[in-house]
Structure formats: structure tokens, C-alpha cells
């Protein structure tokens, strides 16, 4: 059966909320029970230029991994800003 891929290309310029979004998506991509249906792959390189790679048997196996990543993103972004609004307000 033929598989449909999809690519998530994220640039961040600032190390440490890189480092956060890295270290908020591997547990993700490393220790996800396997599955027929989707996997994903995070490739990513020390410039800050992330790459999420995602392949699935069907349509909405790929809809929910793709959604279930960007909701991650969401949550580790906003716990970033909350965190610096946090220590600015001391």
C-alpha cells in the first residue's frame, strides 16, 4: 500500500526555546508505541531549523499525527512564554 507524507519545517532563532522544542517533541518521535498506520521522524540540526517528518497508510491517521504534533508545539511555545513573562515579572 502506498504511504503519504507530510513535512513540518520549524526555524527558531533563539538556542534555548529551541532546545526546549527538541527536548519537548523527542520523547514523542522515540517512544511512541508502533503503529501499521503513521510514524514520525524528527530531524533537526544546531542552526535551530527542525524538520518533522510524518508517513501514514491513510489520510486520517496522518490528519491526527500532524494535529497531535502541532498541538505540542502549541503547549512547549506557550509554557516558553509563560515562563519568561514569569521570571520578568520576579
Do not use: C, W
Amino acid at each position: 500500500m502506498r504511504k503519504i507524507k507530510a513535512y513540518l519545517k520549524i526555524s527558531v532563532k533563539d538556542k534555548e526555546v529551541f532546545r526546549a522544542i527538541i527536548q519537548a517533541l523527542e520523547p514523542e518521535v522515540k517512544f511512541k508505541p508502533p503503529s501499521e498506520r503513521s510514524e514520525a521522524l524528527l530531524k533537526y540540526n544546531e542552526s535551530g531549523d527542525t524538520v518533522i517528518e510524518f508517513e501514514a497508510r491513510d489520510i486520517n491517521a496522518l490528519r491526527a499525527m500532524v494535529n497531535a504534533y502541532l498541538y505540542l508545539l502549541h503547549v512547549a511555545t506557550n509554557t516558553i512564554e509563560a515562563v519568561r513573562r514569569r521570571i520578568s515579572l520576579g
